[in-house]
T-cell receptor, first 114, second 113 residues
Framework: DTAVSQTPKYLVTQMGNDKSIKCEQN?????MYWYKQDSKKFLKIMFS???????INETVPNRFSPKSPDKAHLNLHINSLELGDSAVYFC?????????????FGAGTRLSVL | DAKTTQPPSMDCAEGRAANLPCNHS???????VYWYRQIHSQGPQYIIH???NNETNEMASLIITEDRKSSTLILPHATLRDTAVYYC??????????????FGSGTKLNVKP
C-alpha cells in the first residue's frame, strides 16, 4: 500500500481554470504538508496542517487554498490558475514531534498550465 | 532560507563509497540533521537522520562532527540507482516551525559504471 498518495499524477489545464489536487496518507500521521517544486528544482514548503489545523502558511497567493477534512487527507485547491503555477506539487506527512520529524512524501502531481 | 551548504555535484564510481558532505554551521543544540534524496523528479525519499551520534541504517551511514557543524552521508557501495539529488536538511525549531524543512539545492550525485 502506498503510504502517501496524490491524485492526479498529471494535470494539464488552461489559464484561469480552477483545479484541485488530493492527498491521502495511511501512516497514522497527524501532520501533512504541501510543497512546490518549480522548474529550477527548488523544493519549498507551502502549507502544513496538524490535526486539521493550519500551522504553516508560507507566503503563498490566496488563490491556493488547502483543506484538511480529517487527519489523513490534505487537499489543495487552486483558483484562477496562472502560467507560473506550473510546477510539481508534493504532499508529505509526518508525526508531529518537537524532536524527530521524518516526513514521507508522495510521488508528486505535475501541473502544467497552458 | 536553507541553513545548509552542499557541493552542487559529485561523481562516484559504481561499487565505491560515496561521501556527501554538508555544512550546517548555524545548527542549534537540539536540531537533527536529515538526509533525503530525490531520484529523477520522484518524491523525496528519507534516508537517515541524526542528532549527535553517528548513525547507520540499511541505506547509509551518517557521520556528524563533534561540533555538529558539518556531517557526511556515506553510501557504502554506490550503485547506478543511487544517482539522485541528495539533500541535507536542518529544520527550524521555533514554535510550529519545527515542522518546516528547508530544502537547499542539494548535491547531484552521478554514479558512473
Amino acid at each position: 500500500d502506498t503510504a502517501v498518495s496524490q491524485t492526479p499524477k498529471y494535470l494539464v489545464t488552461q489559464m484561469g481554470n480552477d483545479k484541485s489536487i488530493k492527498c491521502e496518507q495511511n501512516l497514522g500521521h497527524d501532520t501533512m504538508y504541501w510543497y512546490k517544486q518549480d522548474s529550477k528544482k527548488f523544493l519549498k514548503i507551502m502549507f502544513s496542517y496538524n490535526n486539521k489545523e493550519l500551522i504553516i502558511n508560507e507566503t503563498v497567493p490566496n488563490r491556493f487554498s488547502p483543506k484538511s477534512p480529517d487527519k489523513a487527507h490534505l487537499n489543495l485547491h487552486i483558483n484562477s490558475l496562472e502560467l507560473g503555477d506550473s510546477a510539481v506539487y508534493f504532499c508529505a506527512s509526518s508525526h508531529s514531534d518537537m524532536g524527530e520529524n521524518i516526513q514521507y512524501f508522495g510521488a508528486g502531481t505535475r501541473l502544467s498550465v497552458l | 532560507d536553507a541553513k545548509t551548504t552542499q557541493p552542487p555535484s559529485m561523481d562516484c564510481a559504481e561499487g565505491r563509497a560515496a561521501n556527501l558532505p554538508c555544512n550546517h554551521s548555524t545548527i542549534s543544540g537540539n536540531e537533527y540533521v536529515y538526509w533525503y534524496r530525490q531520484i529523477h523528479s520522484q518524491g523525496p525519499q528519507y534516508i537517515i537522520h541524526g542528532l549527535k551520534n553517528n548513525e547507520t541504517n540499511e541505506m547509509a551511514s551518517l557521520i556528524i562532527t563533534e561540533d555538529r557543524k558539518s556531517s557526511t552521508l556515506i553510501l557504502p557501495h554506490a550503485t547506478l540507482r543511487d544517482t539522485a539529488v541528495y539533500y541535507c536538511i536542518v529544520r527550524d525549531h521555533d514554535g510550529w516551525n519545527f515542522n518546516k524543512f528547508y530544502f537547499g539545492s542539494g548535491t547531484k550525485l552521478n554514479v558512473k559504471p
